[in-house]
């Protein structure tokens, strides 16, 4: 039995189910809202214990005509592959509203017979949605998964489903699969998530494993039809660029004028916002922070009531033509910009400013190639892509043309990196152009991120300014790197001994040009450091205590980081501290050359011991300097300089916060930091990250600049779908979705808020 054929005949659902299971809309969130309060008890389908969660479900699927009226036993029991099949094709047909026939040759005659493994019903999920599409199905989200298997998060969507022999290989979840329908399906089924509740059709165990090999369940059938049924989204519908046509969101939600503050290009009002991008990668998902890649109106609603009023929502161009990108690069599927009006609409009916970003280049060579889409080098080596790039911008200005720039702006391009000023707008300026012939007066804003660009030629254009703050990496980027070059990695304790303020002590030893001075009524004790990275071989780290050679040792390295040909080191050093010592002195008595911390512990009997990171964890471009710090008696600190927001400002690379908002100044144009803050997933004590944010936001509230949190989503941001991640922090539900709410955060945001 090579194809499954079940009833011809589709039965049709009114219009109104097709409208609630379509997307994420408010009518499906009041429906799972009121099947809230459903229990057991009610529910007569199957017999056996469930939880109330699981329950809701059940009852929903039921409701939805997704489970055979036949189907008998326990939720426990084994399902069989016909009842298996039925609830799959059930919750196809009844979404697309056609007959479906799912092709599952790719089963073997064994495969169909019972029992029904976790691998046979993932094929059987994938091929039915298959057989409606025509296509093998793109998935919708990355529910989050260990720091070990993120490579896979992003790179499993390279060519996947194409069918690459190679991309076998990478797939880790359940083992090694032995042909590449298994991988694309079990991608597909633990990737693909229902839109309201954000679960995946098939969960992984508590170990991240798939278990290929286990016998499904009835309940775990059940589940899976009902949440591959509210996953899915209607067929693309491609058309031409120069033919799409305006938007549909209502203009009420953007007509009140006292809502919100007027914003131009050459006046940027004091927002408070967040970046938000579920949907703006190639890929499903870059970013494991994100549950899924669905607009939900309570993430707009949460940002709302912390009393933000701004939020950058980051888009792809090319996922503007998701899920296939067709040869014709010109096209874009419309679903995608009515789902971008819809997230439009719920944010200005929440009362927020909207900057549209593009977050990659439209030029694909493969499809989902996200390495590809952020090879930002094309716009100013490809005159097609830089074509493409404006004529997407055009048809984007085109479409939102009679929204006010009090609620819509666009961003160019999110960190690009141009060769130069010149390059930078030679290269934009078709795009700028283009928006202006759509939009006159359009709030255009242009990143400088880029080391050798100052802003000069687009602030002469008559375009607004943007600068990403990350000013501290050890509090803005905890991430893992490759090849030993991540924070973790470098700074293996920092997480749990970081403290804040935080002193003012450099990150590098710059071959004899600077030293580090310890100065106090020492009592014994020990002075460890370690040290993390050095540059060219050769450097020395030389102590001297009381103006006496302590420790003088060269310094070797263990291997290569992939940045500025730095070599990684991960020793510590260390040096007896006696009695009475007055001054401890730290150099590189090198001519050449760079020594980098991890940190310096100083231990004293009697005292507690003093812990110290470097300000500045990456960046080796500054002028050396020379410190002196002070340690009191009693073994404090109280008398040094601890970073300050005049710090925070030149902090971060070459370009400078205060240089960008001068260079502003200078051709009356707005400034504005479109990042800042602690981005991605990180562990920072509670302390040092309030302490930290309320520095960076009291800086900008006093300078009347406005600026976007780098993060919305994720460990200590104001929402996320882990809370047992963060135990520091209290958490509220937010109904019918994933995510909760930091409550700690939201307090913080409302601190310096508009409303307040």
């Not at 460890?528 to 302590?550: K, Y």
Request: proline share 5%.
């Amino acid at each position: 039995m090579n194809r499954i054929s079940m009833r011809s005949a589709c039965i049709a659902l009114c219009l109104a189910m097709v409208l609630m299971f379509a997307a994420c809309t408010s009518s499906q969130n009041a429906t799972a809202a009121t099947s809230n309060s459903t229990t057991k008890e009610s529910i007569a389908v199957l017999n056996g214990d469930i939880s109330d969660e699981n329950a809701v479900e059940v009852k929903l699927a039921k409701e939805a005509g997704l489970i055979p009226e036949d189907m008998v036993g326990n939720y426990s029991d084994p399902v069989t592959m016909d009842d298996m099949c039925e609830m799959a094709l059930r919750a196809v047909e009844r979404f697309y509203n056609t007959n479906v026939q799912p092709d599952l040759s790719v089963l073997s005659e064994a495969q169909l017979n019972p029992p029904v493994t976790r691998i046979e019903e993932a094929v059987v999920l994938t091929e039915t949605v298959r057989a409606a599409i025509g296509e093998y199905p793109a998935y919708n989200g990355d529910p989050v998964r260990p720091k070990e298997l993120s490579d896979y998060i992003s790179l499993d969507d390279v060519n996947i489903y194409e069918g690459s022999p190679s991309q076998v290989a990478r797939v880790r979840l359940w083992g090694s699969p032995e042909d590449t329908v298994s991988v694309v399906s079990a991608l597909f089924a633990t990737r693909q998530v229902d839109q309201i509740s954000g679960k995946p059709l098939m969960e992984l165990d508590a170990s991240y494993k798939f278990n290929s090999k286990n016998t499904v369940t009835q309940l775990e059938a059940i589940l899976a039809a009902f949440r591959l049924y509210r996953s899915l989204d209607p067929l693309p519908e491609y058309i031409s660029l120069q033919d799409v046509s305006t938007h549909s969101i209502a203009k009420e939600l953007y007509s009140d004028e006292n809502i919100l503050p007027d914003a131009s290009n050459q006046v940027i009002p004091q927002w408070h916002g967040v970046q938000y991008c579920p949907r703006g990668y190639s890929t499903a998902q870059s970013f494991g922070a994100y549950n899924d890649s669905c607009y939900r109106e309570s993430d707009f609603q949460a940002m709302h009531d912390a009393g933000l009023d701004m939020v950058a929502i980051y888009i792809s161009p090319t996922r503007l033509a998701w899920p296939y990108q067709k040869d014709d690069l010109y096209q874009v599927n419309e679903v995608e910009l009515e789902k971008l009006d819809q997230a439009l609409a719920w944010a200005f009916k929440s009362g927020l400013h909207v900057q549209l970003s593009f977050n990659d280049v439209p030029t694909l060579e493969g499809r989902y190639d996200f390495y590809q889409s952020h090879n930002y080098g094309l716009l100013f080596d490809d005159a097609d892509t830089a074509q493409l790039f404006a004529d997407m911008w055009r048809m984007i200005a085109h479409r939102y043309a009679d929204i006010p720039n009090r609620y819509l702006g666009f961003t160019l391009l999110n960190e690009v990196d141009p060769p130069s000023d010149e390059e930078y707008l030679r290269a934009f300026e078709p795009a700028i152009d283009a928006i202006w012939e759509e939009s006159p007066q359009r709030l255009i804003i242009a990143d400088i991120h880029s080391q050798n660009i100052t802003g000069e030629s687009m602030g002469a254009k008559g375009v607004a300014l943007s600068r990403h703050q990350y000013a501290l990496p050890l509090l803005d980027y905890t991430l893992n790197g490759e090849d030993g070059g991540g924070l973790m990695d470098l700074y293996p304790h920092y997480e749990e001994e970081l403290t804040w303020p935080q002193i003012y002590m450099p990150s590098f030893l710059h071959d004899s040009r600077n030293t580090i001075t310890f100065q106090s009524d020492f009592k014994a004790g020990e002075l460890v450091i370690g040290v993390n990275q050095i540059a060219d071989g050769g450097e020395t780290l030389t102590i001297t205590i009381d103006g006496t050679p302590a420790l003088s040792e060269e310094v070797k390295s263990s291997s290569k980081i992939n940045w500025w040909n730095m070599q990684k080191v991960d020793h510590e050093y260390s040096v007896a501290i006696p009695d009475g010592a007055k001054e401890i002195t730290l150099c590189n008595d090198c001519p050449h050359g760079i020594i980098a911390f991890s940190r310096i512990k100083i231990t004293q009997v009697g005292q507690d011991d003093i812990i110290l990171y470097p300000y500045d964890a990456f960046n080796i471009n500054w002028e050396p300097e020379s410190v002196t710090i002070q340690i009191g008696k009693n073994g404090n600190l109280d008398s040094n300089r601890f970073i300050a927001w005049e710090d925070l400002k030149r902090l971060g690379g070459n370009i400078s916060y205060d240089g960008i908002k001068a260079m502003a100044e200078k051709y009356n144009v707005g400034f504005f930091v479109g990042e800042f803050g602690p981005f991605g997933e990180y562990g920072l004590p509670r302390p040092v990250l309030e302490g930290y944010l309320k520095m960076m936001m009291q800086g900008m509230q006093d300078e009347n600049v406005g600026w976007s949190n780098g993060s919305f989503i994720g460990k200590g941001q104001l929402i996320t779908n882990r809370p047992q991640d963060d135990p520091e922090n209290t958490f509220e539900p937010i109904p019918n979705s994933p995510y909760y709410v930091n409550v700690s955060m939201r307090d913080l945001y409302q601190e310096y808020s508009i409303i307040n």
